[in-house]
Antibody
Framework: QLQLQESGPGLVKPSETLSLTCTVS??????????WGWIRQPPGQGLEWIGS???????YYNPSLKSRITISIDTPKNQFSLRLSSVTAADTAVYYC?????????????WGQGALVTVSS | DIQMTQSPSSLSASVGDGVTITCRAS??????LNWYQQTPGKAPKLLIY???TLQSGVPSRFSGSGSGTDFTLTISSLQPKDFATYYC?????????FGQGTKLEIK
């Protein structure tokens, strides 16, 4: 059974960089079948796709965040990571990592439990 | 970006009822439409992908239909665990976008 787990600081100061890591267990992050994605959800609000990465490091970003985000993959550690720079209070959200099935159909299958990141001084 | 609009935003129903949630895309997305269920404090759970394909392990009382711009999620015979928030999501083109959610509450 594939499992994903987000980790990282729960509090980030305005203008600094948010960094989160997703550790994948029960499967290989280098599988050619999967992409890996980040999705966020501000408190009490809806879901926003941040971006996705393939094991070859091909990335796809939401244009609304593209200038500030970097998604990377660490195959030996079976992890992928999100960095979001110049954060503001609007970036306060629960951040989810997810397995992104993208072969014929395209959907987010397995999800991590989520990590709440608060942007505050 | 493709805008996804769900209706209603909230819905009250009783255990045993059947309900339908609608999702409309701002342009044609073929059948690239997914449905998720989210309970408070939990991650979304995939229910249906490609508009009508039931994810493994999801009860058959959930069904999806539609193509192009108009889609529906139907839940027949509501069970207590079905009271949650439901989101549609288009996977036709990036940026992938979600509907605003439909909160299903117990009447």
């Amino acid at each position: 059974q594939l499992q994903l787990q987000e980790s990282g600081p729960g509090l980030v100061k305005p203008s600094e960089t948010l960094s989160l890591t997703c550790t994948v267990s029960g499967g290989s992050i280098s599988s050619s079948r999967y992409y890996w994605g980040w999705i966020r959800q501000p408190p009490g609000q809806g879901l926003e796709w941040i971006g996705s990465i393939y094991h070859s490091a091909n990335t796809y970003y939401n244009p609304s965040l593209k200038s500030r985000i970097t998604i990377s993959i660490d195959t030996p550690k079976n992890q992928f990571s999100l960095r979001l720079s110049s954060v503001t209070a609007a970036d306060t959200a629960v951040y989810y990592c997810a397995l992104h099935q993208w072969v014929v159909e395209n959907y987010f299958d397995y999800w991590g439990q989520g990590a709440l990141v608060t942007v505050s001084s | 970006d493709i805008q996804m609009t769900q209706s209603p935003s909230s819905l009250s129903a009783s255990v045993g009822d059947g309900v339908t949630i609608t999702c409309r895309a701002s342009q044609s997305i073929s059948s690239y439409l997914n449905w998720y269920q989210q309970t408070p404090g939990k991650a979304p759970k995939l229910l249906i992908y490609a508009a009508s394909t039931l994810q493994s392990g999801v009860p058959s009382r959930f069904s999806g239909s539609g193509s192009g711009t108009d889609f529906t999620l139907t839940i027949s015979s509501l069970q207590p665990k079905d009271f949650a928030t439901y989101y549609c999501q288009q996977s036709f083109s990036t940026p992938y976008t979600f509907g605003q959610g439909t909160k299903l509450e117990i009447k």
